[in-house]
């Protein structure tokens, strides 16, 4: 129970935390701009610090306790979605401010986003606090056409567009645990309140979360409806391409080659091979982790892996720590970044040897 509390007062503080990263170009919050974040940096990394760890301690007892009661981890979903979707979205990444700016761009402005750059708009306030706006759209075209929904939804006011983006990432989460719970119960805990996938989806509003949900409903449906299945894939892949890797696990599946728990971990495999390559195209951003977390969690058993990706997920939300820290991505804080990451993995398998050496 005092993890449950730790939790859910930790998620509270990390919502309030955020807003201390107001951006000073976003004349939308004005009112409730500090620069705190950029003026304090050395003290919003000891607090970023102590939030995250605080985050996977307690959710690391939750993982582990014996037996748990389906309908507290549920009333506990529900909560840290309510407490998050408040939260100040552009803490971690501006992701979201790129996603309303192409959506701007494509039906308000009715232009072309992949040809049209959102900076050509010189007049329009977005492009004040919006990164990469000297781009073309960034993301599929299913994945635009998703984005009218929280556009029109905003009615032109952008505090109430954001918190509708931010509302519609939200229930992409909800309907990707509800399908886990629906594949397998067991696998709700370890994805739907891993610190990393709650900070990624409910804070920073990351569209990876719906690629991952529309990849989920092909694999469930391919049994039973298996048109309104291919149909889910490719929209998935026309919203970040990652899940193009997933084709040949679809097929095999489709064609009863592969079954049972055997689908998840090859497409949990090929989900990690994606990951692992990332950095070649940009780099290796911790939301991406999304990717294979979500097929883990329904691989039965497994403990050890799951709890090794419990700690991996720590590291990779700890790279966030020497910008944070130091304000510039140059110098030493590419390898700080990389040493961040492996560290908790590194002693919880350093921990797991230690165990086997007293025992023996």
């Known amino acids: 129970m005092i993890s449950f509390f730790l939790f859910i007062f930790s998620l509270i503080l990390f919502s309030l935390f955020s807003y201390g990263f107001i951006d000073p170009n976003l004349i939308y919050f004005r009112n409730i ?15 970023y610090g102590a939030l995250v760890l605080s985050l996977f301690i307690s959710f690391y007892f939750i993982f582990k306790k014996p037996k748990f009661d389906f309908k507290n981890i549920r009333n506990l979903i529900i909560l840290t979605t309510i407490i998050l979707l408040f939260s100040y979205p552009a803490t971690l990444s501006y992701d979201i401010f790129n996603y309303i700016t192409t959506a701007k761009v494509t039906f308000h402005y009715q232009e072309n986003p992949y040809i049209v750059f959102p900076i050509e708009f010189v007049n329009d306030p977005y492009i004040l606090f919006t990164r990469a706006a000297n781009k073309t759209a960034l993301y599929g075209p299913f994945w635009i056409l998703l984005s009218a929904v929280p556009h029109f939804a905003g009615l032109s006011n952008f505090v109430l567009t954001l ?38 989806t409910l804070v920073s509003a990351h569209n990876d979360i719906v ?5 989920l409903l092909a694999f469930y449906f391919i ?3 298996k048109l309104f299945s291919i149909f889910a894939l490719i929209g998935s ?33 090929s989900m990690f091979f994606v990951f692992l390559l990332s950095p070649l195209r940009e780099e290796l951003y911790p939301w991406y982790a999304i990717w294979f977390l979500a097929f ?4 039965p058993g497994r403990e050890k892996m799951k709890e090794l990706l419990i700690f991996f997920s720590l590291g990779l939300m700890l790279r966030y720590i020497p910008y944070m820290w130091s304000g510039n991505y ?31």
């Open 33 to 47: 701009f500090t620069n705190f974040a950029f003026q304090q940096r050395e003290l919003t990394t000891f607090i």
């Open 163 to 200: 918190f509708s983006f931010k509302a519609f990432i939200a229930l992409f989460y909800i309907g990707t645990v509800y399908l886990l719970q629906k594949i397998d119960r067991n696998a709700v805990l370890f994805f739907a309140l891993n610190p990393l996938v709650i900070i990624e």
């Open 211 to 215: 690629m991952i949900f529309f990849a």
């Open 223 to 225: 049994k039973t409806k």
């Open 237 to 269: 892949i026309l919203i970040k391409v990652g899940t193009i890797f997933l084709v040949p696990v679809y097929l095999l599946t489709l064609l009863n080659k592969v079954k049972g728990e055997k689908v998840y971990i090859y497409a949990t495999i």
């Open 296 to 299: 883990v969690s329904l691989i």
């Open 330 to 360: 140059f110098g030493a804080t590419p390898l700080v970044r990389n040493l961040l990451m492996v560290i908790p993995p590194i002693l919880y398998l350093f921990s797991l040897w230690l165990k086997r050496i007293y025992r023996s």
